[in-house]
């Protein structure tokens, strides 16, 4: 990334805008100031809300960032400015840059760039009762909006299942400033994520199945279940692929990849993988599995252990075991393209096809709705083996070590499932 701002000011580039998307504020604010050359950086993917002084928010907002813009000091004594916006076409960021005759960003004693009277975050209320509301265009409304929601409401309509319990489909978070970590697809296992996992794999007719949480973007509440939620919880439009052939030690570093951003403390990624035909015991505290040139382990390592559904043992006490037959994956084609970084290519793994183009949502759609004698759901999700997901407690299907409970009155031990193990 350096080398891209140099090379920038290097072709004569009088601004550098740096537009970032690791999925918070907070993880730009430990990438940016080891950087130099730069003048602004635009923070994407968190929905946090930086708000201007005295400005009304539309909704409660849960992560907000008082001030816009921010000012961040680099390593190199320079200053930077940083903004970020909330999601739901709910604000518009404006950021005026004051520039000199050539073009470069004029600056206070003190480094840091200045800013035009109008830089602001700008409401955008949809709310007639809001002096400024903002009004509808009517021939978008009649041409575009009705229809959407004339669609919508029909999925809505459409009943394909239904649910004792509540689906957990939220993001997670970090503990941080004494709350307590908050678990989700992007930090934990989940009892949706196990089902959209499961989905994917029943749709290829594969050995495993792997979703990044950052394909799955809601929760589904306890009762019925509509083919709205289910375009909801799985808004895009990926396909599912399959790999074949894969061995051991392929999947374990596509697994530790998943693993990576993993952390005691519930650091949230979009890489971290629900899973579908495999349990995996795994350490956040340990340090990442790390790649030489040639794309082979180097040091590192955080799964201690990876099992197949049939009980056959893949990893055992982190190392990877030998004469598994080879296997069967599927995932959706971002995540096999190199999405959230998957190292698939650099593995030498090419995805297929399946013989029937199936977006993720259908593969969901189908696996509700299929008779259990096809070996779907039959339109009813069953507590037993989509009930809520404690990572605290062991026992389910990705388990990390650092967050379980010790074993009462046995110190150094704690509690996997219904086993014990040493810490």
């Known amino acids: 990334l350096q080398a891209e701002i140099d090379r920038a000011r290097s072709a004569g580039a009088s601004v550098v805008v740096l537009l970032s998307h690791l999925q918070g504020y907070r993880n730009e604010l430990k990438l940016v100031p080891k950087l130099s050359g730069l003048d602004v950086f635009v923070s994407g993917g968190g929905h946090e809300l930086m708000t201007s002084p005295g400005m009304a928010t539309i909704l409660d907002e849960p992560a907000m960032i008082r001030g816009y813009p921010q000012v961040v000091a680099l390593e190199d004594g320079s200053r930077v400015l940083g903004?970020?916006?909330?999601?739901?076409?709910?604000y518009v960021g404006e950021l005026q840059l004051s520039l000199d005759a050539q073009?470069?960003?004029?600056?206070?004693?003190?480094?840091?760039?200045?800013t035009g009277a109008g830089s602001r975050m700008h409401r955008v209320s949809g709310n007639p009762a809001d002096a400024d509301h903002v009004l509808p265009d009517p021939v978008i409304e009649a041409g575009v909006v009705q229809p959407v929601r004339a669609f919508i409401a029909a999925l809505s309509e459409q009943k394909i299942a239904t649910t004792p319990v509540e689906l957990n489909g939220v993001r997670g978070s970090a503990a941080e400033s004494g709350a307590q970590a908050q678990y989700g697809v992007r930090n934990s296992e989940t009892n949706l994520g196990n089902l959209v996992a499961d989905a994917v794999r029943f749709a290829a007719g594969t050995d495993l199945a792997i979703q990044n949480?950052?394909?799955i973007r809601t929760s589904i509440r306890a009762g019925e279940v509509s083919a709205g939620d289910v375009f909801n919880v799985l808004p895009f439009t990926n396909l599912i692929v399959q790999f074949r052939g894969l061995d051991a030690g392929q999947l374990r570093i596509l697994m530790e990849h998943a693993l990576a951003n993993a952390s005691p403390d519930g650091a949230a990624s979009g890489r971290f993988a629900q899973v579908s035909g495999l349990h995996i015991v795994y350490d956040s505290r340990r340090p990442p599995l790390q790649l030489d040139a040639d794309g082979r382990p180097a040091g590192g390592g955080r799964i201690l252990s990876m099992t197949l559904d049939d009980g056959t043992q893949l990893v055992e006490d982190g190392i990877v075991r030998t004469g598994a037959r080879p296997l069967s994956l599927a995932t959706i084609d971002f995540t096999a393209r190199?999405?959230?970084?998957?190292?698939?290519?650099?593995l030498g793994l090419t995805p297929e096809p399946l013989v029937h183009t199936i977006h993720y949502q259908e593969a969901l759609?189908?696996?509700?709705?299929?008779p259990a004698d096809k070996g779907g759901l039959g339109g009813v999700i069953d507590a037993r083996r989509y009930g809520p997901v404690d990572p605290h407690a062991g026992g389910g299907r990705l388990i990390d070590r650092a967050l379980l409970k010790p074993v009462s009155g046995l110190p150094g031990r704690v509690s996997v499932g219904r086993r014990e193990a040493a810490v």
């Not at 073009?103 to 200045?114: F, H, S």
């Not at 190199?338 to 650099?346: E, H, I, M, N, S």
């Not at 759609?365 to 299929?370: E, G, K, T, W």
Request: hydrophobic letters at 25%; a positive charge.
């Open 83 to 90: 903004v970020t916006g909330n999601f739901g076409n709910r």
């Open 103 to 114: 073009g470069r960003v004029r600056r206070d004693a003190d480094g840091v760039p200045l």
């Open 213 to 215: 949480g950052g394909g």
């Open 338 to 346: 190199g999405g959230d970084g998957y190292p698939f290519a650099r």
């Open 365 to 370: 759609l189908d696996y509700l709705s299929q």
